[in-house]
């Protein structure tokens, strides 16, 4: 037990505005738990600063941190966030009004990013006010418990201000130990309100992600859909279509390793029973459908289709297959009576909207031209997983996700492209973006050492895809030589990406090996190497391997 004869001193006051900002915070989440869990504080500033991010910052963020992004982008603003409560809190000391304004500024900043969400509701900023409310009430607690208490020992006065007591400082620290009751702020009730706070700040928060994951009845009702047998199911993948080769990713990719890509901080939960996809826009018959009308469906399909991320680096990890089931989309649209620009139709573009406001924009000429584009509600035998677009998404073979796989999907709009810019389109990206023909090689990776003794030969295999078009030929070439033929597994469709091998009678030593895809139109992926932005990346995946 030491004696200080100082005031609580900054470090007190620093720890007073954490705690004020740990209760607003947990007081948000609660409320938005109940209200939007779009509109808790950090979710909706970081979709802000999501929204507002200038292209070559996002990617740069994308490449560095992959889809870590998110929990470094909230970290970071937490962070940020308790430079500032931190501020406020020493600042409050001196002047009430100052630490008032700088919560009341950072709680409308949290309402106002909350409202500038789209579709947002009045309501939506309430969960900020109510934290700015309680920070303001915690903090003044806080320093009131925490106020020098004139409180003179036997031998000294204490100094009763801040600025006398570090005058008095080189004193202090020889004075002899004291009992407690010389302490010169209530360090007891200090500790007593401080561990009160942060207990149930630490409590709300977690009961409000709670609340949050499991509200607006997406887990009841995702559990009780039963997915409709397909009237037209996939054809069995053929034997062969997966190699089995160690390191090479399987031919489906499980729901859970599926990779994720979208905008949300917070993954839209939404209600199957009252969710409804409203198709509306020029030349269209405006038409409502509720989940239960999509399930009852006679024409339910079942397509096997390779998704691919537009962000993906020449050898990422963005891309995907899986097996769909879903709605014919061509059937939907017609029953509303569009026609594809083909056909005269007035709209070429179909803007999709999702629930929290991503805006997709799809050729309509390309999902009407025969291929599977569907309405997926599933996705390898289960219910669409939340986070990849429960209850309903777009599918479509052959276009990048950001122009065709509106996940969460509400709302269909048929526009034009003149008319209406998607969300990604005023950030730099291409209107329309086709997939482009790409192979990977996944086994062996990027500075692995191959050992030969097992065999002759070393298996390098991948995949290559080629979306609605198809892969005809895949060709490995090791340092810089000839083109040599890799065998290529059975085709599942079209729409999949297509695994391959090839043999390599390798000698000891270091090697560059590249591969490259030709599809079924006879294109052979260019050479030239193309960022992602705008429109996709080419060249050809390279890696370095030593073989001894
Ligand atoms: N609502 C919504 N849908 C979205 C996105 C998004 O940010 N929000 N991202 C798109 C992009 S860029 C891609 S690549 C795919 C990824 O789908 P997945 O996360 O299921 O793999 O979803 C698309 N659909
Ligand atoms: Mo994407």
Not at 10 to 31: H, M, N
Not at 45 to 70: H, M, N, Q, W
Not at 313 to 327: M, S, T
Not at 521 to 531: F, I, K, L
Request: with cysteine; net charge negative; aromatic share 6%.
């Amino acid at each position: 037990m030491t004696i200080t004869k100082r005031s609580p001193g900054r470090l007190i006051d620093a720890l007073s505005g954490l705690l004020a900002a740990g209760s607003a915070l947990a007081t948000a989440e609660l409320a938005a738990a109940w209200i939007n869990p779009q509109a808790a504080p950090l979710i909706a500033v970081g979709g802000a600063v999501i929204d507002a991010v200038p292209r070559p910052l996002k990617e740069l963020a994308v490449s560095v941190f992959g889809t870590a992004d998110k929990p470094l982008l909230l970290g970071g603003m937490a962070v940020v966030l308790a430079a500032f409560a931190a501020g406020i809190g020493v600042l409050a000391r001196r002047n009430w009004t100052v630490g008032w304004l700088g919560i009341a500024a950072l709680s409308l900043l949290g309402a106002a990013a909350a409202l500038a969400r789209p579709d947002s509701a009045l309501l939506d900023a309430l969960p900020a006010a109510l934290g700015g409310f309680v920070a303001m009430g915690v903090l003044q607690a806080l320093l009131a418990v925490s106020r020098p208490r004139l409180a003179p020992t036997p031998d000294a006065p204490v100094a009763a201000t801040s600025e006398e007591a570090e005058a008095s400082e080189p004193a202090t620290s020889e004075l002899p130990q004291q009992p407690s009751a010389a302490e010169t702020f209530n360090r007891r009730g200090f500790v007593a309100l401080a561990s009160t706070a942060a207990a149930l700040s630490a409590a709300g928060g977690v009961t409000g992600r709670w609340l949050a994951a499991s509200s607006g009845g997406t887990a009841a009702s995702q559990a009780a859909v039963r997915l409709p047998r397909p009237a037209s199911p996939a054809a069995a993948v053929p034997d062969g279509a997966d190699l089995e080769i160690a390191g090479l990713a399987p031919f489906f990719s499980a729901n859970e390793d599926f990779y994720r890509i979208d905008t949300a901080l917070a993954t839209p939960r939404i209600d199957a029973t009252t969710w409804r996809l409203r198709i509306h826009g020029r030349g269209v018959n405006e038409r409502t459908y509720t989940y239960a009308d999509l399930l009852a469906r006679e024409d339910i399909v079942e397509r096997d289709v390779t998704l691919a991320c537009v962000s993906n680096p020449v050898g990422g990890d963005y891309v995907d297959n899986a097996r769909w089931i879903g709605i014919p989309l061509e059937a939907l649209l017609r029953e509303a009576g569009i026609r594809p620009p083909r056909e005269g139709g007035p709209a070429d573009q179909l803007v999709s909207r999702s629930s929290d406001g991503m805006t997709i924009g799809t050729p309509v000429d390309d999902v009407m031209d025969g291929r599977d584009a569907m309405l997926a509600l599933g996705m390898n035998g289960k219910p669409l997983p939340v986070e990849h677009g429960f209850p309903v998404r777009m599918v479509v073979p052959g276009l990048y996700g950001y122009v065709s796989a509106c996940k969460w999907l509400v709302e269909m709009e048929l526009t034009t492209f003149d008319a209406f810019d998607a969300y990604w389109v005023p950030r730099g990206w291409a209107a329309q973006a086709p997939i482009k023909t790409q192979s990977r090689i996944d086994t062996p990776r990027q500075g692995d050492s191959v050992s030969l003794d097992s065999g002759t030969t070393v298996p390098i295999a991948g995949v290559a895809w080629a979306q609605n078009v198809g892969i005809d030929r895949v060709e490995v070439s090791v340092d810089g030589g000839p083109w040599q033929q890799a065998r290529l597994a059975a085709e599942d469709t079209a729409d999949t990406w297509r695994q391959w091998v090839f043999d390599w009678p390798a000698e000891p030593g270091s090697h560059e090996l590249r591969v490259r895809a030709t599809d079924r139109s006879g294109q052979t992926q260019t050479a030239d190497t193309a960022p992602p932005a705008p429109d996709g990346a080419t060249g050809y995946h390279t890696v370095n391997v030593t073989v001894t």
